[in-house]
Nanobody
């Protein structure tokens, strides 16, 4: 069973920092690209950052470039999101994501696996 467990969210003042963690299990973490998404209240889920299996390729949404850093430790099967200079607009539920597969008896289909989400609230 693929499992993704996020942690590290909380309440922080504007300009503050948080570090999110996502521990993965049930799949070959070290060969898998990982992603962070977020969903602000009343809005659609959006991609925040992506990292390739070895960390060699990283991408960020324009809204977080220069403030957020995605990284991973394959020895711990964990991906991180360091968030600095947080703004109220960053308030959202943050989700860890793995684009894997779901198998049936006759086929395997692409499938998005999600963590439970961790709440980040930026407010004074």
């Amino acid at each position: 069973q693929v499992q993704l467990v996020e942690s590290g969210g909380g309440l922080v003042q504007p300009g503050g920092s948080l570090r999110l963690s996502c521990a993965g299990s049930g799949f070959t973490f070290s060969s898998s690209a990982m992603n962070w998404y977020r969903q602000p209240p009343g809005k659609a889920r959006e991609l925040v950052a992506s990292i390739s299996s070895t960390g060699g390729t990283i991408n960020y949404a324009d809204s977080v470039k220069g403030r957020f850093t995605i990284s991973r430790d394959n020895t711990k099967n964990t991906v991180y999101l360091q968030m600095n200079n947080l703004k109220p607009e960053d308030t959202a539920v943050y989700f860890c994501n793995y684009k894997g597969f779901r198998w049936t008896t006759i086929q395997a289909s692409a499938y998005d696996y999600w963590g439970q989400g961790t709440q980040v609230t930026v407010s004074s």
